[in-house]
Every structure is written in C-alpha cells, then in structure tokens.
Nanobody, 125 residues
Framework: QVQLIESGGGLVQAGDSLRLPCAAFGRAFSSYAMGWFRQAPGKEREFVATIDWSGRRTYYADSGKGRFTIYRDNAKNTVYLQMNSLKPEETAVYYC??????????????????WGQGTQVTVST
C-alpha cells in the first residue's frame, strides 16, 4: 500500500511557474512508476505526465510538452511536477498517482493503483 501527498498548489498569474511535490509513503518508492493528472471544474480528469521508476524515462501530454517537467528523487520518496508558463485554462486540481504495473506509467486513470488527495492550482489572467 502507498500513501501519496501532494503539495505546492496555489494561486498564480498567467505565465508564472509552480512546482508540485508529491511525497510517497509505504512501498519502496523506486519500485514503481508515477504520474500526474489534473481535473478542471466540470471536466474529466486528464493525463499530464508520467515517469518510470528510475527517472530516466518520461512522457508528457501534448499540452505540457516544453513547459512541464516531471522528475523524481528516489532518496526523498518524492516526485515533482515543474510547470512553467502556466495558462488560465490549466486551473485544476492536480493529482499524483502510483502505477505498480507499468515500467513507464500509463496514460489512463485505470492504469494507476493509488492516488493522492490532490492540490488546487489556480491560474489567474
């Protein structure tokens, strides 16, 4: 079992940057892939980025390519989502999730085994 706790959310202006940490507790952190998703008001939860257990392989949704970076520090049991040049339409609750089955985390919600509670990111104009 794994417990995931996101933090780092808040209110920022369009064009600002934000880094979201997600701390993991429980199963050995370096043994599974991690992902980030987000859910905007009135919309379905969508994939943002994923990283394999080692940190060497990553994959991004098109919306974040070139602006978002996912990385992990296995010594600190933490995965991060660095977001640059944020846009108002990226206002959402951001969730981290653990994927025990895939070498590189999946792109679908159902690929993930555990989820954090989410952290709110609000981007103002």
């Amino acid at each position: 079992q794994v417990q995931l706790i996101e933090s780092g959310g808040g209110l920022v202006q369009a064009g600002d940057s934000l880094r979201l940490p997600c701390a993991a507790f429980g199963r050995a952190f370096s043994s599974y892939a991690m992902g980030w998703f987000r859910q905007a008001p009135g919309k379905e939860r969508e994939f943002v980025a994923t990283i394999d257990w080692s940190g060497r392989r990553t994959y991004y949704a098109d919306s974040g390519k070139g602006r978002f970076t996912i990385y992990r520090d296995n010594a600190k049991n933490t995965v991060y989502l660095q977001m640059n040049s944020l846009k108002p339409e990226e206002t959402a609750v951001y969730y981290c999730a653990a994927d025990f089955s895939s070498r590189l985390g999946g792109r679908r919600e159902q690929d993930y085994d555990y989820w954090g509670q989410g952290t709110q990111v609000t981007v103002s104009t």
